[in-house]
């Protein structure tokens, strides 16, 4: 199931790594409709999900991009992106939650 109030890492194939909020997979005209807000603006593909289980899933676009989400951690994002991967003062986090809201708050105002 996709939550669409948390946080993902996304590795895009051949491109590297970003953030994904409002993460929402829609039927559109019998296609299959990714949208998400990846901190700078918001991003629509077509194609399918190919893999799916409790912490993500891997979509591939019309164009074969693979995109794999996986629910950000407290613990992962302190290691892999508290330093110089991300710009600006974050707070530090005691629970995934606390990640998620931070983030709808300061860029989807919500």
Known sequence: MI???ALYF???EGVGQLLALDVTV???S???RLTFFDTNRGRVFYGD???KNST???FVSEHNQI???RLATVSEFDREWRNGRIEGNVPNFKTDDELYAWY???FLDM
Do not use: D, L, Q
């Open 10 to 12: 996304v590795e895009v």
């Open 67 to 69: 995109k794999t989400f």
């Open 56 to 58: 993500g899933f891997t």
């Open 104 to 106: 709808r708050k300061m």
């Open 49 to 51: 999900i190919t893999a």
């Open 30 to 32: 019998g296609k299959t």
């Open 26 to 28: 829609t039927e559109e």
């Open 3 to 5: 939550n669409n109030n």
